[in-house]
């Protein structure tokens, strides 16, 4: 049975309906002798009145004779930011009254869902086949109209947990120059049903938008879509599911049609995005989704040499050499790339330990941390020298917690009486 979690009616987003004109009016004299008590809320009201300015904004009120914050209030879970700024709810003084009757109209054009990646400072190894994988699903998309064959819109990549299909995913975006929107799969799920299936065609409109206007290349990615859409055994499908399966269909059917509930016009034509899954297991996913007309699949597990060599660049400014790494990656074999990552930040934890003692041991760290002044400065922090051994040394130790999750099963423990 599809598990139904629809929306409730009543609730409008605000600015998306226009409100009949009824003003409602209330004297001093309705609330005094009226034999209900005074609803809190005229309370406020009176007392708002009292304390603002008549030039503040926060009074103006809609047609309907509301002022904004109880608008604000009645609809917390309005998430259109873009409500501040629009006529009626906020002085017309702001708002004005020419260049249409919203003064924000380049709102949904400044608003940045898209992600450059600052963050990513310093050298990375790409493995080259994942490079060439990505670099020519992007292309052949930008040159869909030219080719004469049919392009998969969607590029799948799945594989092991912690092998880098994010990270090079988004190396590569930088590398290209390209500014793509990221989703997760946190946001395949919502309690409004279609909520989820909207936003990743507005999120693909946003995408199509960068390319038009910025001229920047743009790319629609979804991380870990099979925790969202996946389905394992017995697991309920949810009308959010079924919509967002439905809607990634569609766009890998029609790439150049979005529909985000406006008016159609004949030139309205979405730019075609390219679009990026990753996930762990995509035999969980509604097979029609991932068929080879609509997802191109790639099938992603770094070979030795690529970890030799991603391995190698990570630990490279620490005076690792490659036969050191070699000899790290043959000891912890079968691990993914995150591990070795997690190994070179494990070695830092007794460097740790010992600026704990240096600023006088764990009693004095809260104070010593948020509460010095600003001329206090703290003690050095002198990262620990990298050797072969404390990195093996650190390798180990993340193995035998490894181990000891698999073989403890705690929850096993707990449960004995129920099976
Ligand atoms: N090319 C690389 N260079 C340096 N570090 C890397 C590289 N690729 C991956 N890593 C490291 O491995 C970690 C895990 O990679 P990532 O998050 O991309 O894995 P994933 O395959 O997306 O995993 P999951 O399936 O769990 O989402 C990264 O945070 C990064 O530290
Ligand atoms: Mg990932």
Same mark, same amino acid.
């Given at each position: 049975m599809a598990l139904c979690n629809y929306s409730s009616p009543s609730i409008s987003l605000f600015g998306t309906q226009i409100l009949p004109p009824t003003v409602v009016k209330f004297t001093p004299f309705t609330i005094f002798c009226s034999s209900k008590p005074p609803k809190p809320?005229? !309370?406020? #009201? @009176?007392?708002?009145?009292?304390?603002?300015?008549?030039?503040? +904004?926060? *009074?103006?009120?809609?047609?309907?004779?509301?002022?904004?914050?109880?608008?604000?209030?009645?609809?917390?879970?309005?998430?259109?930011?873009?409500?501040?700024?629009?006529?009626?709810?906020?002085?017309?003084?702001?708002?004005?009254?020419?260049?249409?009757? !919203?003064? #924000? @109209?380049?709102?949904?054009?400044?608003?940045?869902?898209?992600? +450059?990646? *600052?963050?990513?400072?310093?050298?990375?190894?790409?493995?080259?086949?994942?490079?060439?994988?990505?670099?020519?699903?992007?292309t052949k998309n930008y040159l869909a109209h030219l080719l004469n064959t049919k392009v998969p819109l969607i590029l799948g990549i799945w594989g092991g947990k912690g092998q880098g299909k994010s990270f090079q995913t988004e190396l590569i975006f930088q590398a290209m120059g390209i500014e793509p929107v990221i989703m997760s799969a946190g946001e395949l799920e919502s309690e409004r049903a279609g909520e989820p299936g909207k936003l990743i065609r507005e999120r693909y409109r946003t995408a199509s938008q960068v390319v038009q206007n910025q001229g920047k290349m743009s790319c629609l990615m979804i991380n870990d879509i099979d925790a969202g859409l996946g389905r394992f055994g017995n697991t309920q499908m949810t009308v959010n599911n079924q919509i967002v399966?439905?809607?990634?269909?569609?766009?890998?059917?029609?790439?150049?049609?979005?529909?985000?509930?406006?008016?159609w016009r004949e030139s309205d034509i979405t730019?075609?995005?390219p679009i990026?899954?990753?996930?762990?297991?995509?035999?969980?996913?509604y097979a029609p989704l991932i068929r080879d007309g609509r997802m191109e699949k790639f099938y992603w597990q770094p070979n030795r040499e690529d970890i030799v060599n991603i391995v190698h660049r990570m630990y490279e400014k620490d005076g690792i050499s490659k036969d050191e790494?070699?000899?790290?990656?043959?000891?912890?074999?079968?691990q993914a790339l995150d591990f070795y990552g997690a190994v070179r930040s494990r070695t830092y934890d007794?460097?740790?330990?010992?600026?704990?003692?240096?600023?006088?041991?764990?009693?004095?760290?809260?104070?010593?941390?948020?509460?010095?002044?600003?001329?206090?400065?703290?003690?050095?922090?002198?990262?620990?020298?990298?050797?072969?051994?404390?990195?093996?040394?650190?390798?180990?130790?993340?193995?035998?917690?490894?181990?000891?999750?698999?073989?403890?099963?705690?929850?096993?423990?707990?449960?004995?009486?129920?099976?």
């Open positions: 809320a005229e !309370d406020d #009201d @009176i007392k708002q009145k009292k304390k603002l300015s008549k030039q503040s +904004s926060w *009074e103006a009120k809609d047609s309907e004779g509301k002022d904004y914050l109880y608008r604000l209030g009645k609809e917390a879970d309005n998430v259109n930011i873009a409500v501040g700024a629009r006529s009626g709810v906020i002085d017309d003084l702001f708002a004005g009254n020419f260049l249409g009757r !919203d003064s #924000d @109209i380049v709102f949904d054009y400044r608003q940045k869902v898209t992600r +450059s990646f *600052e963050y990513l400072q310093g050298d990375y190894y790409i493995a080259p086949v994942f490079m060439d994988k990505v670099v020519c699903h992007i399966v439905g809607t990634l269909m569609n766009l890998a059917d029609n790439p150049t049609r979005v529909s985000v509930g406006q008016d730019n075609r995005v990026i899954v990753t996930g762990n297991d995509f035999s969980t996913i790494v070699i000899s790290i990656v043959d000891t912890f074999p079968n007794r460097s740790i330990s010992k600026w704990v003692d240096d600023i006088g041991g764990i009693q004095s760290l809260g104070n010593k941390l948020l509460k010095r002044r600003k001329s206090d400065k703290l003690p050095v922090f002198t990262p620990p020298k990298q050797t072969l051994e404390a990195l093996l040394e650190s390798g180990y130790s993340l193995l035998k917690e490894q181990q000891m999750i698999m073989e403890t099963k705690l929850s096993k423990e707990y449960m004995k009486n129920i099976d």
